[in-house]
């Protein structure tokens, strides 16, 4: 082994930031600060030897409040309006008194969020 590549095993010892980076459809994902890699949420360490460090990564998702966006997608029939639960997928048929009712497992029925694409 050459000294510039012990040199590099050497320094790939010492945690790197993982880097937030942006593919092709403008997704983002983790790499790898050496090799930009993709890399799952919480590695230890990359394929080509990089030990990483999330540090950066936690304190930017604790000063967020630790929360994230999910988006969820699905059919609706043609005639769904935001709010109506009758035809919302996602509803349930509950009980309020004797009588049955949709309900919105949200509980956000007068703010429906769902947003028609």
């Known amino acids: 082994m050459q000294n510039n590549d012990l040199r590099a095993e050497l320094i790939r010892q010492f945690p790197a930031e993982v880097v937030e980076m ?14 930009a890699r993709a890399v799952s949420l919480g590695m230890d360490k990359c394929v080509c030897s990089q030990v990483l460090s999330w540090k950066n990564i936690q304190q930017m998702e604790a000063s967020e409040g630790g929360r994230r966006k999910a988006k969820l997608e699905f059919e609706v029939a043609s005639d769904f309006t935001s709010g109506n639960c009758r035809k919302c997928p996602i509803s349930y048929i509950g009980k309020s008194g004797t009588d049955n009712v949709y309900e919105c497992p949200l509980k956000l029925r007068a703010s429906c969020p769902i947003k028609l694409c």
């Open 22 to 35: 942006r593919d092709r459809q403008n997704e983002a994902y983790y790499a790898c600060p050496t090799c």
